[in-house]
């Protein structure tokens, strides 16, 4: 809200919240934590001490709003929640099945359009699992668990090349393809998937390259844009983002790739992105080990899917280790968090960008 009294830096269009005036400025209703005790002595919220929720990596809410579930790192699960219509508090359901060896390390999770499937990019285990999802209970049941080759894999865990090092896993809006990158394999992976069961098939061989013949090295997140025509990739190590055109098929052409920050404003070693709902715009942060992380703001064109620098420019150059970046629904503010800093950048999305 543009009243919120919170510090603002003029020069970049970006106002930043510290943690603790985060908890002054906002109501806070409810605080989940591994450790409850984290935030004692805020005295703004309830807080409760719950399982899977160490080293949260990604959030994803159900379709039809009843569900939260939290990709938990080191626990190496996903956490499930009940979440309360009318006051969005959250109650404690459990967690995916513990102990499993084709979800180590959770970076990424994903929902089908319909719901009835979440799928997770598994970091250490190279794998995405894939869970069908009770729309009652929330409750998740593996189905499929698909693996990188190179590694033994066990009976029941089918093949997929590229899976090595798996950092974020999306599903196409029309539900007939999903996407995975391997951090490790420098791939992106393109699943064909069945609309009944939600189950995944490995197109292979994985996408390597992008356009002109260039490399994609150490991909870290995957975006599919809301009319399903492209797909981009950041790749942090490289300082790139890697633009392909989708086909019918779910296959990928490449379309451009944005290298040179003097050319494209691309900056700070892009690692998050996010498409804006209404499909305009692309959102890139860095989440480097450099003291200046960014986020970088593009238009998108709706025709072609290729992106140029947006006029507003983006830029929060303060907030230092990008860990989150999400866009609201109406694609009118972009949120950022800032994992050094204990901090959180909220941009306001004008005519021309941020």
């Not at 603002?8 to 109501?27: D, G, M, R, W």
């Amino acid at each position: 809200h543009p009243k919120m009294p919170f510090p603002y830096n003029k020069s970049s269009n970006v106002k930043i919240h510290p943690i603790t005036q985060l908890f002054a400025s906002l109501e806070v209703r409810h605080i989940l934590g591994r450790y409850f005790n984290a935030f004692a002595g805020f005295g703004v919220a309830p807080q409760q001490a719950v399982d899977g929720l160490a080293v949260p990596r990604e959030v994803a809410i159900s379709s039809d709003g009843t569900h939260v579930y939290v990709a938990a790192g080191n626990d190496h699960v996903v956490g499930i929640f009940v979440r309360d219509g009318a006051t969005g508090r959250l109650a404690v359901r459990g967690t995916s099945a513990k102990n499993l060896a084709v979800l180590q390390e959770p970076f990424s999770i994903a929902f089908s359009p319909d719901g009835a499937q979440l799928y997770v990019a598994g970091g250490d285990s190279d794998t995405i699992a894939v869970f069908a999802r009770n729309g009652s209970t929330g409750d998740l049941s593996l189905i499929q668990a698909l693996k990188d080759p190179p590694f033994a894999v066990s009976p029941g865990i089918e093949s997929a090349e590229g899976l090595d090092g798996a950092r974020s896993v999306r599903v196409s809006p029309d539900g007939a393809h999903a996407y995975a990158v391997g951090f490790l394999d420098s791939a992106v992976v393109v699943f064909d998937r069945d609309a009944v069961t939600g189950k995944l098939v490995a197109q292979q061989p994985p996408i390597r390259k992008g356009f002109g013949g260039i490399d994609l090295i150490q991909p870290f997140s995957v975006a599919i844009s809301p009319d399903g025509e492209n797909v981009y990739v950041a790749c942090g190590s490289q300082d790139a983002i890697h633009v392909f055109a989708r086909r019918d098929d779910g296959d990928l052409d490449p379309l451009e790739v944005l290298l040179d920050p003097d050319k494209t404003g691309l900056e700070g070693r892009p690692t998050f992105l996010s498409v804006s709902p209404d499909g305009r715009r692309v959102y890139v942060a860095g989440g480097a080990a450099e003291s200046t992380d960014v986020v970088s703001a593009f238009d998108r064109d709706l025709d072609t899917g290729r992106l140029t620098p947006s006029r507003g420019g983006g830029g929060a150059s303060t907030i230092a280790g990008i860990r989150a970046l999400a866009v609201s629904p109406a694609s009118d503010n972009v949120y950022v968090s800032g994992a050094r800093e204990d901090a959180l950048a909220v941009f306001f999305v004008g005519p021309e960008g941020p």
